[in-house]
């Protein structure tokens, strides 16, 4: 390692195959904590290349234990987290409102690492308990339409960094990775970034996956569809800007979307949305990003319809039964 670290002080870059052997060895304890902080740090002070994002998404690609999901349509709403906003837990909601709406949802997630609350520490708090078990993942994903797939079950490699990155509390390229790695492999995915950068990049490396995929980036630094201004959606075929008012929503605050500094602030606030005691700017997020998920998966449907499909999953109370019957089924 102490070679590697040499090389990239001297502002130099690794290939594919070199990022794949570091992280395949990271997995492997061959590095002490020291010398992963170091390593993460180069990337603190500089941006990844695709050469090593790619390199290390096929290392823990390659490690991970997968599961077989391949009788379903499958999509993943996931976010790189990273981008310190304290947003509510979007992506888990918007994968219920999904999932009510008739979509099987095969969700990645973690605890959070730079923020208050992940989608692992919020299911977790309704007493969901986490398994790699395909049949019971089948069970729930066939009956419900959604399963979870709690990230440390499925990578045991990453277990060596989750001190590393618990310590630090910023954002890391492991952030990057969380949505390139989800061991389900579904069939579509709506994946949120926290800097234009980022969707370019993903843009070009999921460019080679036989994967329908939308990438989404609000320009003030949200890796959602915050509706606090401008967004950028990028897919196989386009690259489009959206502002609220065109998709027929209002323009919200940061303050509106504040998503509490504990696991219980986030919470509380998780369950008032799904029990259709939000108020509009947080329902309007969430329907949002709904809708865009819907949307990518067939475009042919058209927004519009998508954005009635996503509200009626909400208003009807179908995605917080989803929800209920998910957690109480364990």
Do not use: W
Request: with cysteine; hydrophobic share 40%; proline share 2%.
């Amino acid at each position: 390692m102490k070679d590697t670290l040499r090389y990239l002080f001297d502002h130099k870059t690794l290939g594919k195959e070199d990022a794949k052997l570091i992280l395949r060895n990271m997995a492997e304890g061959k590095y002490n904590d020291s010398e992963i902080a170091a390593f993460i740090s180069v990337y603190l002070m500089r941006s990844i290349t695709v050469e090593e994002l790619s390199g290390f998404r096929d290392a823990l690609l390659e490690l991970c234990n997968p599961v077989d999901l391949t009788e379903f349509n499958t999509i993943d709403v996931c976010g790189t987290g990273g981008d310190e906003k304290n947003t509510f837990n979007i992506s888990t909601l918007t994968s219920f409102l999904v999932a009510g709406a008739g979509e099987k949802v095969a969700k990645h997630g973690n605890y959070s690492v730079s923020s208050a609350c992940g989608s692992s520490n919020v299911l977790e708090y309704f007493g969901y308990t986490f398994s790699n078990q395909t049949d019971r993942l089948k069970r729930e994903i066939d009956r419900y339409n959604i399963c979870f797939l709690h990230a440390p079950l499925f990578n045991p490699a990453m277990k060596n960094v989750a001190p590393v990155r618990r310590s630090l509390r910023i954002k890391t390229f492991f952030n990057m990775l969380g949505p390139m790695v989800n061991p389900a492999f579904p069939k579509n995915q709506l994946v949120g970034v926290f800097s234009l950068d980022v969707a370019r990049l993903y843009n070009y490396l999921y460019q080679e996956l036989d994967t329908q995929y939308c990438i989404v980036h609000s320009l003030d630094g949200y890796d959602e569809i915050s509706l606090t201004g401008e967004f950028k959606a990028l897919t196989r075929q386009t690259e489009r800007s959206f502002f609220p008012e065109e998709l027929g929503f209002q323009k919200v605050s940061a303050a509106d979307i504040y998503g509490g500094s504990t696991v219980e602030e986030a919470s509380a606030v998780f369950l008032q949305i799904l029990e259709g005691r939000g108020s509009q700017a947080q329902n309007d997020v969430v329907v949002a990003n709904a809708a865009l998920a819907l949307f990518s998966m067939d475009e042919s449907q058209g927004l519009e319809n998508c954005i009635g499909r996503a509200r009626e999953s909400l208003e009807s109370g179908v995605a917080l039964n989803t929800f209920k019957n998910l957690v109480e089924s364990n």
